[in-house]
């Protein structure tokens, strides 16, 4: 198993900032892709951004230019450092990392608990 622990949410005034982390844990697997999903009250839930292990980097469109994804391959740890928060931002951010067993080969999804970010003034 992959443990994910976020950290970082909260609540903070529209055009602040907040930066999340993902600590990722699990000593059968190679953490491979990591990322960042978002779900607002009565929607669905949403990518925000990704980061592979090479530092490749994707983003949504709504977050592109605010946003910034990055990662600690060391310490199998993803940050998302967010700027220019709008209300629109509101959401329960979910981490989630893609992980390799060793030995088996077969790759699995984890998922985070969620952290909530609130945008209000």
């Known amino acids: 198993q992959v443990q994910l622990v976020e950290s970082g949410g909260g609540l903070v005034q529209p055009g602040g900032s907040l930066r999340l982390s993902c600590a990722a844990s699990?000593?059968?697997?190679?953490?491979?892709?990591m990322g960042w999903y978002r779900q607002a009250p009565g929607k669905e839930r949403e990518l925000v951004a990704t980061i592979t292990p090479t530092g490749s980097t994707n983003y949504a469109d709504s977050v592109k230019g605010r946003f910034t994804i990055s990662r600690d391959n060391a310490k199998n740890t993803a940050y998302l450092q967010m700027n220019s928060l709008k209300p629109e931002d509101t959401a329960i951010y979910y981490c989630?990392?893609?992980?390799?067993?060793?030995?088996?080969?077969?790759?699995?999804?984890?998922w985070g608990q969620g952290t909530q970010v609130t945008v209000s003034s």
């Open positions: 989630k990392a893609e992980a390799r067993h060793l030995i088996r080969g077969s790759l699995y999804d984890y």
């Open positions: 699990g000593s059968m697997f190679r953490i491979n892709s």
